[in-house]
Nanobody
Framework: QVQLVESGGGLVQPGGSLRLSCATS????????MGWYRQAPGKQRELVAT???????TYLDSVKGRFTISRDNAKNTVYLQMNSLKPEDTCVYYC???????????WGQGTQVTVSS
């Protein structure tokens, strides 16, 4: 059973920053990759960023240069640092993990991020 627990969401003004955290129930090394997805009401879930166990990263074009994904292996935690936030970043953000390149994604429960003045 994979458990992913997100934290760090909230309300922030445009231009502000938030850091999301995702703690795994077991060793982070058991996962080939971890990532963050987001979903706005009425829209499909989209992949925001991923990081592999070799520290390779990918980003959604609209967040490049603003968001940074990282991992702390000692704490079994993945982070998403979000800077220069925009109202269109308002979504529920989900932590995800997969054990292999083609394996299924496991999901956390989600954390709400609202960017508004």
């Amino acid at each position: 059973q994979v458990q992913l627990v997100e934290s760090g969401g909230g309300l922030v003004q445009p231009g502000g920053s938030l850091r999301l955290s995702c703690a795994t129930s077991g060793s982070i090394f058991s996962f080939y990759a971890m990532g963050w997805y987001r979903q706005a009401p009425g829209k499909q879930r989209e992949l925001v960023a991923t990081i592999t166990n070799g520290d390779s990263t990918t980003y959604l074009d609209s967040v490049k240069g603003r968001f940074t994904i990282s991992r702390d292996n000692a704490k079994n935690t993945v982070y998403l640092q979000m800077n220069s936030l925009k109202p269109e970043d308002t979504c529920v953000y989900y932590c995800a993990a997969r054990r292999s390149y083609s394996g299924q994604w496991y999901w956390g429960q989600g954390t709400q991020v609202t960017v508004s003045s």
